[in-house]
């Protein structure tokens, strides 16, 4: 669900980044070389070359940063203000996975995310956010919309002054010059999330809930004045970095039966989803942790959307009948499956749905893992179980 919590709390200090001169720095930038060096030269290898070309993709996802917070006693609030420290934290977490996980299916890509977590497009509409030092998100709760429904309480997005805008730039300015073109830098400080996440977490799940019933004009023009935003906001995003308008991916975690009901998404979220399609020229994924089987017959109403998402929530056996064979399957599992499960529970799982899809296209990936186990050598080792048992189901 999307994160939330009380904004009393004492937000952290973000630290003062030491200029590139410094001493640490030029420590850091000579390490950050390293990497680079040892990225591009595995990349390049022919067992990376390999991992590229199997089918299905069955990958395994690590929750972040809580990872590299229980590794490596990672400084969350400066992994996001201090562009050194984030280059070279996530140089290393890339090179981590490499050396650790030689059954892997995910090839290792020479690339660098700018990133500044999951969120920043709550910060764009009004809401503030931070983490703590352990990982943990906290998303504003009490934005005035919450107390009052009232759309003039939400201000038109600018895409270079809302909320976390400057810090976006700025941020992506800094990881471009650090990494000097030595590897390509993806920008996934982004606006991802539907208006249902946002609106959620503007009024809080029972006040909308309530408006449906008591107001749903209001939740109508909620909608839509979050989906235009987001629109506008990515019209200015192509503008400024010169690209085309291309087909975007949606993560709406609140898509999740019976939280919300299907006339609810057929009636208030649908809409938007077809003008965002209309916007783009297509959908190209749309993400929610939760059941989103009673709502697939919707879902297969936007033309564009080629893959659909089996969550570990959803059934498998009913989107089967569901969603048509043309349709690629996005299929999730449960961490639970991956860290608590023995090898025969494993392989079972996977040779369940390796019969069940049959015909069909599709990949498998896992919800995000984290290090519960006893150890990092416990956690390390049971997932290296699971590769095995990747590769010797799907060869």
Partial sequence: MTAGGCM???????????PLSSQSARESLARIGDYIDQITAAAASTQNTARLNRQPKVTFALEEPMTWVRLWNLDTPRYYSDPLYYIEITLKQKLWRWEHFPEDNQPLIAEIPA????????TFIGMELYFSPEGIPTIQTDHALARSPDLSLLKPVDFKTSGWMPRVLRWWDDIHRIIDDRLKVTNAMIWWRGCLDLAMQLRSYERLIEDVADRPQFVHDLMKFLTEQRCRWWEAYYRHFGLKVQPTDIGDDWLNVPFISPVFFRDFILPRYLELEAFHGGIASIHSCGDQTPLQRYLLQIQSLNILEVSPWTSLEKSLENIPASKKLMIGLHPNEVLYATAEQMERKLNGIEAACAGRRYDIG??????????????????????????????
Avoid: C, D, H
């Avoid at 009393?8 to 030491?18: D, L, Y």
């Avoid at 990133?115 to 709550?122: A, G, H, I, K, V």
């Fill in 366 to 395: 896992t919800s995000g893992l984290t290090p519960v186990l006893e150890t990092e050598q416990a956690f390390i080792n049971q997932i290296n179980l699971w590769t095995q048992i990747v590769r010797k189901v799907f060869g």
């Fill in 115 to 122: 990133s500044l977590s999951m969120y920043p497009e709550f």
């Fill in 8 to 18: 009393q709390r004492k937000k952290p200090t973000i630290p003062i980044v030491n």
